[in-house]
Nanobody, 126 residues
Framework: EVQLVESGGGLVQVGGSLRLSCAAS????????IGWFRQAPGKEREGVSC????????YYADSVKGRFTISSDNAKNTVSLQMNSLKPEDTAVYYC???????????????????WGQGTRVTVSS
């Protein structure tokens, strides 16, 4: 059974930091692209960052470049998203997702991702 379980969300003040984690199981983690998406109330789901586990390349949306860092621990099948300098517009439910290696998942198209977690809520207060 495929599982993606996010953790680490919460309430933080503007300028603060949070670290999200995604624990994966049930598929060939080393071969997949793992992405983080977010969805704010009334908005479409958007891609935030992803990492291609087979080569370790990382990708970021322009809105988070320089503030967020994605990393992967292939030994633990875990992907983390370190979020610094948080802004109110970062408030959303954050989801991790997994895309198979034959898709160009680095375009952040949700349709490329086969597996999704349940999400973890991040609230940035001003």
């Amino acid at each position: 059974e495929v599982q993606l379980v996010e953790s680490g969300g919460g309430l933080v003040q503007v300028g603060g930091s949070l670290r999200l984690s995604c624990a994966a199981s049930g598929f060939n983690f080393d071969e997949y692209t793992i992405g983080w998406f977010r969805q704010a109330p009334g908005k479409e789901r958007e891609g935030v960052s992803c990492i291609t586990n087979y080569d370790g390349a990382t990708y970021y949306a322009d809105s988070v470049k320089g503030r967020f860092t994605i990393s992967s621990d292939n030994a633990k099948n875990t992907v983390s998203l370190q979020m610094n300098s948080l802004k109110p517009e970062d408030t959303a439910v954050y989801y991790c997702a997994a895309a198979p290696p034959w898709t160009i998942a680095t375009t952040f198209d949700p349709a490329d991702y086969d597996y999704w977690g349940q999400g973890t809520r991040v609230t940035v207060s001003s």
